[in-house]
């Protein structure tokens, strides 16, 4: 349908013009991407693509995870935030072209309560906005429909107390949201970490301490560029490790993925797995 068919189309042509044995395959439930990895790897394979957004790349991450097999992106979802981190961007024909190469580096894995994450991992209101998309925009996509989401949810949401235990520090607050970050953008090119690098070793903790509705209003659209980080609301630091709870229950988020409530313990793998970019 539309351009996810012609994207589907030119990744089949261009599977079908390299050497060697390249196979596709469409996902058909969620998980199902996982299973496809794992049975790729078992049969041989040395690298895996996942064609997708970050969700599709979080499933084959979850795959790939602990093989010898190489990682590749190749953007055709909505956010695309990993895919933002790399040379070619959210351009499919590069992304293939790089793939045809196959040059490959290792890039660092953070785990957030057993599950592996690339991106950001991170409780509170971000986690709010993705279960609102996901249950009551389906008509928008990519940046306009976070947009949305974030505005709606502002009407009713207020910050949390938390405690956040790092390798260099607690932290006791009342915060809109914390995220753990392997890279630095989420929610369709947000910001929230711009230091994060995915192969320094540690991850990046940003915290948004509570904030008046209007000032972040004021401040959100700063994040899409980094310039929020001036803000004396927002803290960030380098950490290894982090254990976050909350006095209630808040919605968790796993590079885009809903993944149940508080607690959060988060950690970093370094050099956990081999990304071509």
């Not at 602990?66 to 935030?81: F, H, I, K, R, Y």
């Not at 630095?184 to 090119?189: E, I």
């Amino acid at each position: 349908r539309g351009r996810g068919q012609r994207d589907l189309e030119s990744i089949r042509a261009f599977a079908a013009q390299q050497p060697g044995d390249w196979h596709v395959w469409a996902t058909e439930a969620p998980g199902h991407a996982t299973e496809l990895a794992q049975a790729a790897i078992a049969e041989g394979a040395e690298i895996v693509a996942a064609a997708g957004g970050d969700g599709t790349v979080h499933e084959v991450l979850a795959g790939v995870l602990g093989s010898s097999a190489t990682l590749a992106v190749l953007p055709v979802g909505t956010g695309n935030d990993l895919a933002r981190m790399l040379p070619f961007g959210n351009d499919l024909p590069g992304a293939l072209a790089a793939l045809a190469v196959g040059d490959a580096s290792p890039v660092d894995v953070g785990i957030a309560n057993g599950r592996p994450f690339l991106n950001v991992a991170g409780c509170g209101f971000d986690a709010r906005v993705a279960h609102r998309i996901n249950h009551g925009l389906r008509f928008l996509s990519g940046t306009p429909a976070y947009l949305v989401a974030i505005l709606a949810e502002l009407a009713t949401y207020r910050a949390a107390s938390l405690r956040i235990e790092t390798d260099s520090g607690t932290i006791e607050t009342r915060a809109m949201l914390c995220a753990v970050a392997n890279s630095r953008s989420y929610g369709g090119g947000l910001q929230i970490a711009p230091s994060a690098v995915l192969d320094d070793g540690s991850l990046d903790l940003a915290v948004i301490h509570e904030i008046g509705k209007l000032d972040f209003v004021r401040t959100l659209p700063k994040a899409f560029s980094g310039r929020h980080t001036s803000h004396p609301k927002y803290h960030t630091r380098r950490v290894l490790r982090a254990f976050i709870a909350s006095d209630s229950p808040l919605p968790v988020l796993v590079d885009g993925e809903l993944a149940g409530t508080t607690p959060l313990h988060v950690e970093i793998r370094p050099a956990a797995i081999r990304l071509v970019r």
